[in-house]
């Protein structure tokens, strides 16, 4: 019984807690997971069936987003080429009106 836990240990029958007991977590879960996934197939399979158009799920572009945000880099003054340029703000009353 070298690596029990509390004495739950799924070798040893006179141990073992039940379905519901630590020792098959792992295994629960995937098993979930599969007689999950196997629904949702058959509820899209009938879907289809039944001429029900299902909208997957799209692929996002949020991390190659971020890596555009943190990857900016903001252009240096052309007049001192050292400072970096920073919006300060928009500029009210101009002479000429777009448009």
């Not at 019984?1 to 006179?14: A, K, L, T």
Request: glycine letters at 8%.
């Amino acid at each position: 019984m070298s690596g029990c836990f509390r004495n739950h240990c799924p070798d040893n029958p006179d141990t073992r807690s039940g379905i519901l007991s630590g020792c098959y977590r792992k295994q629960n879960i995937e098993t979930a997971k599969q007689l999950l996934a196997q629904e949702t197939e058959n509820q899209k399979e009938e879907a289809l069936e039944d001429g029900i158009r299902i909208l997957g799920k799209q692929d996002t572009v949020w991390t190659e987003i971020l890596e555009c945000i943190q990857n900016f880099r903001q252009p240096n003054c052309p007049v001192s080429k050292k400072g970096r340029l920073r919006f300060a703000g928009l500029v009210k009353d101009v002479p000429w009106e777009p448009g």
